[in-house]
């Protein structure tokens, strides 16, 4: 059921996303606004800093301990009337979740947002077992509607304009009248909500992701801003928690240093509007809530990234940030990386969970210009994990032959300081004499790669340090 | 610092780019060095290994390492006219090492490596240099510098005592003009779309000349904007600082000189 | 091998662990009994009365209303003047909590109903467990008292916050809470009416919840 990578055409893809007008003019909007409003949120927060920095501490601590960790929320959920399920595999994790579903009558399933099930293919899944999986979040629910997948792990649809979303609106939403107006975000707003109210309404079985997993309490905590994930997990029957290993945390203090961090990184809010702690079923007396508790633990690939060098990934509370102030995923959107994960921290988890002979384009496809790790509010050296990926793929030769031999030809040279001072000369020399009209080449043979874009300065002449030897031998004089 | 001399002797690595593309760079960080009192030596060198280093060749970047590292021995200080290159010696250098003997070794080098500007500034307390540009300049934060090494405030200090020099904030200076070593090559089209945006806000700043503090961002910023025909100069901030602006500007033919 | 077991033993394979570590498990037993706190913001702390500005700060800087009432009595005729001035029914869904029930609703002109929310009530009361003055937020109980589906079903929220229960932080309310009783189904933090940016970055208020919050903090 997974979704079927398209990681290995990144370049095709990322082409085809830059002469893409409509996504171009959406990308304008994560450039503009995230940013601003991050940077904003921590201004006005001395405190910032210090709260990164033990939430890395933190979240190490729980990677370090995750076994013992994983045993007390385990125990807790059940003493809280809930049930815990683990699944190795993307495969397991849907065949738990769709035989709950099932064991229900489940006909109707909401589902708020959730990365982990978009990783797993969940939705695939539970409409294959000949039931209607009904996304809520506004921006999940445009994308389900195209056929999409998010192209951002908090935005799904910033690559959509609202004329798009029109389209698709009175495409699907054809028993309301023709004639509405539909030209302005709020209307989009106002409809999906009305047809969602029914949908949370109908649902059997409600399907929640959870930013935080509570040891101490046996709690899930999910953050949201529409109250999506609240209608999902409050009216059905059944409330089903999926999330992913790494997501637990000891204790709600702990849970709470991260909630700190997690708003002012993602959409620069101090705090979501809907932070909300569920611990097993409704009680006896509730009048409402859940009847039924389920929580779906998923591997899917995390516990071979510990004790590994990219063990800082499991860092990862999903804020965003990084991609937001990504100078690549704002040329080429979250589509382009091919799978469920886009930009810098895709670049990273896309090869430890799908491989990096499919996501090996991936971590290469960046600049490290590092912005992404001055955001993170767990302070994962995403460059530095990129250049651990691109090791490896030197390593098991999976580096393109020109890259190879380029570098090892450069590589002979640059540690051989004699041979390299005469080739350089020779070939600088040659190349100023070549450049010396316009001081520059606007095509090169062996530069393709750069001169099809830009003009390639030429060299002013001999090189530095020949220069330099020759003025000291005339000062000596 | 050398017990024979007063003055500090400073170990200039130009970078490959400055030493094959730009020596003029390399004599104008040069001349500021010794303005500011330091004995500047050149010895023999090729390049800090980052290419390697970035491209998942650790073998090499070692080897590139070590042979840096004893190029320089003798030197009490190393500076480099790049904030890239700097980034490679005083943060990266160290991480290539397991032995506890070489990664000591790298961490004492790393220790008395400086990019030019913060160097002049942050080591040596230069508060002003002796030099003339008639105009507005706008200042692209190159991002190892800016984020390696918290290089933003010392070039705008300096470029602040030219005389005739205002320098105008260009918006996004600290975004990544989509140089990236090997990835501009390699993800050419990518690369494109990014300097196409730097060099937009370039152009709004409405400064006729960029400056930035690394070679490579400034190859990458100076070939797409002669590519765009657009009549902005592109310079190494060490050239005006120097007072060096005698070689044509990068990417420029000579009658375009000011 | 279960797939529980599994994946346990996939983790101490690759921590290189067996699990039965006692420096392991007292470094765990231990931060889950000492629980400690990271970093406090110093924004919420202060004085009562301090906190209440802050309060009244935050909740307003995210779109919801706030009122100071004298004493908790001024509470349905509060909900009948909003009511009144949007225009809206006076009508108004509430749990059991007694805090609510005792006061005078039909003097104020109020037509109220008790339970859970089914989609049909526009206006629905709850009181909250707390507030928190370092983000504006609202921490509310699930239960008969308060039942869950009304923060979030009906158009307009009314919250009624006792001013003794305004927090510096939310340390300090989940502290309360863990002495409180067991934890309830449901504990909501909530902070402003629901929104969506999902299109077009464009902020708009009242996504699949409220519309409106509107906070009564109440001094007596």
Same mark, same amino acid.
């Given at each position: 059921m997974t979704l079927h990578p398209t990681t290995p055409g990144f370049k095709d893809n990322a082409h085809q996303a830059l002469r893409d007008p409509e996504l171009q003019k959406a990308l304008g909007h994560v450039q @503009? ?13 001395? =405190? ?22 994983? +045993? ?8 809280? $009337? ?7 595999t993307s495969a397991?994790?849907c ?20 990365m982990v099930s978009e990783e797993i293919g969940l939705n695939g899944a539970?409409e294959a ?6 996304e809520?979040?506004?921006g999940e629910?445009i994308i389900q509607l195209r056929g999409e997948t998010p192209s951002h792990i908090i935005a799904p649809a910033v690559h959509l304009t609202?004329?798009q979303?029109?389209?698709d ?8 009248? *023709? ?18 109210? @029914?949908?949370?309404?109908? !649902? ?11 040891? +101490? ?51 620069? @809010? ?16 509730? *009048? ?12 899917n690939g995390r516990?071979a990234m510990?004790?590994?060098?990219f063990?800082?990934m499991?860092?990862c509370?999903r804020?965003g940030?990084c991609m937001n102030h990504c100078p690549v995923y704002h040329a080429i959107g979250g589509h382009a990386y091919g799978w469920v994960y886009p930009g810098p921290m895709g670049a990273v988890l896309t090869p430890s969970l799908i491989g990096v002979e499919k996501g090996g384009h991936l971590p290469n496809a960046s600049t490290f210009c590092?912005r992404c ?9 995403l460059p530095?994990l990129m250049r651990h990926w691109r090791e490896r793929e030197f390593e098991r030769h999976l580096t393109p032959a020109v890259q190879r031999y380029g570098l090892?030809?450069? $590589? ?34 062996l530069a393709k790669g750069w001169t099809d874009y830009r ?20 000062? /000596?004089? | ?28 960080? !040069?001349?500021?060095? +010794? ?16 290419p390697?280093?970035n491209s998942g060749d ?42 506890? @003997? ?8 790393? $220790? ?17 240099? =002796? ?23 010392? *070039? /705008? ?19 990544c003009?989509g140089f990236g070593g090997t990835f501009a090559a390699k993800y050419g089209e990518i690369s494109d779309a990014i300097v196409t945006k ?22 990458n910023?100076? $070939? ?35 | ?39 406090? *913001? ?16 935050? !909740? ?28 809206? %029914? ?72 006792? !001013? ?45 919840? %409220? ?10």
């Open positions: @503009q606004g995230f940013i601003y409003k991050r940077q904003s949120a921590v201004e006005r927060l001395p =405190e910032f800093e210090n709260l990164r920095e033990a939430a890395r501490d933190l979240k190490d601590h729980v990677l370090k301990h995750l076994d013992l960790y994983l +045993e007390t929320y385990e125990r807790n959920v059940i003493a809280s $009337g809930g049930q815990v399920h683990f699944a190795r397991e994790a065949e738990t979740i769709v035989n709950i579903c099932k064991s229900h009558g489940a006909k109707s399933v909401t589902k708020g947002k959730s539970i077992a000949g039931m209607q999986a009904v809520t979040d506004l629910y609202k004329e979303v029109e389209v609106f009175r495409r699907v939403h054809t028993h309301l009248e *023709p004639a509405r107006d539909l030209s302005e975000p709020v209307q989009l707003l106002t409809e999906a909500r009305g047809v969602l109210r @029914q949908k949370f309404l109908d !649902a059997d079985v409600g399907i929640t992701g959870a930013n935080f997993l509570v040891a +101490e309490t046996g709690s899930s905590i999910i953050v949201t801003n529409e109250g999506n994930g609240d209608l999902t997990q409050s009216l059905p029957r059944v409330h089903i928690v999926i999330a992913s290993i790494e997501k637990i945390v000891p204790t709600l203090e702990d849970a709470i240093l991260l909630l700190r961090v997690l708003a002012r990184s993602a959409t620069g @809010q101090d705090m979501s509007v809907y932070t909300t702690l569920s611990t097993g079923p409704r009680r006896a007396e509730d *009048p409402d809530g859940p009847e039924h508790y389920h929580v779906v633990l998923v591997d516990s510990l004790g590994t060098e063990e800082d499991l860092r509370i804020c940030a590092g790790e001055s955001v993170c509010p767990v302070k994962i050296p530095k090892k030809i450069w $590589g002979f040279f640059a540690k051989n300081p004699g041979l390299y001072s005469l080739a350089t000369r020779a070939a600088m020399t040659t190349l100023a004499w070549l450049g010396r009209d316009k001081g520059r080449f606007t095509s090169l043979p003009d390639l300065p030429s060299p002013q002449g001999d090189t530095f340090q020949a220069q330099w030897r020759k003025r000291q031998k005339e000062a /000596r004089r | 610092m050398s017990p024979a001399s007063a003055r500090p002797r400073v170990g200039l690595f130009a970078t490959c780019l400055v030493d094959l593309f730009r020596p003029s760079v390399g004599f104008a960080a !040069a001349k500021l060095l +010794e303005d500011a009192g330091c004995e500047v030596l050149v010895p023999p060198q090729t390049c800090c290994g980052q390697a280093f650790r073998v090499t970047a070692r080897d590139l390492a070590l042979q840096v590292m004893d190029a320089f021995s003798g030197c009490d200080y190393i500076v480099a006219p790049s904030g890239s290159c700097t980034g490679q010696m005083v943060k990266h250098f160290p991480e290539l090492f397991d032995e506890p @003997q070489l990664a000591m070794r790298a961490r004492a080098f790393a $220790g008395k490596t400086f990019e030019l500007v913060s160097f002049l500034t942050d080591v040596l307390k230069v508060t002003s240099v =002796e030099a003339t540009y008639e105009g507005r300049v706008t200042y692209h934060d190159s991002c190892s510098g800016l984020r390696e090494l918290g290089i933003q405030s010392q *070039p /705008r200090a300096l470029l602040a005592t030219v005389k005739g020099l205002e320098l105008v904030e260009m918006k996004e200076s600290d975004v003009c730097k060099t937009a806000h370039v152009s709004e700043s409405g400064a006729p000349l960029l400056l930035a503090g690394d070679l490579g961002c400034l190859m910023m100076a $070939g797409k904007i002669t590519r765009q025909s657009k009549q902005i100069e592109v310079r190494h901030v060490a050239e005006v600082l120097a007072g060096m602006c005698d070689e044509p500007p990068i990417a420029a033919r000579k009658e375009m000189r000011r | 091998m279960s797939a529980r077991d599994d994946v346990f033993a996939n983790i101490r394979r690759s921590l290189g662990v067996s699990g039965k570590e006692a420096t392991r498990r007292a470094g765990v037993t231990q931060r889950l009994e000492t629980t400690p706190r990271g970093p406090i *913001p110093a924004r919420g702390q202060g004085s009562p009365a301090a906190r209440l500005a802050t309060f009244i700060t935050e !909740a307003t800087r995210v779109s919801a209303s706030v009122v100071v009432l004298n004493n908790k009595d001024a509470v349905p005729d509060e909900v009948a003047r909003f009511l009144r001035a949007a225009n809206l %029914p006076l009508s108004l869904k509430m749990g059991q909590d007694t805090r609510l029930a005792v006061l005078n609703w039909k003097s104020a002109g109020l037509d109220t109903s008790n339970g859970p929310s089914d989609g049909s009530d526009l206006n629905a009361l709850s009181h909250a467990f707390g507030g928190v003055a370092e983000t504006g937020s609202l921490v509310l109980l699930s239960g008969p008292d308060n039942p869950v589906t009304l923060n979030f079903l009906p158009d307009n929220h009314f919250v009624v916050l006792s !001013a003794a229960d305004l927090a510096a932080d939310l340390e300090s309310v989940v502290t309360k809470l863990k002495q409180h009783s067991a934890l309830p189904r449901t504990v909501n933090i909530i902070t402003g009416p629901s929104r969506s940016a999902d299109i077009e970055q464009t902020l708009l208020l009242g996504a699949h919840g %409220p519309r409106q919050l509107h906070i009564m903090v109440t001094l007596k």
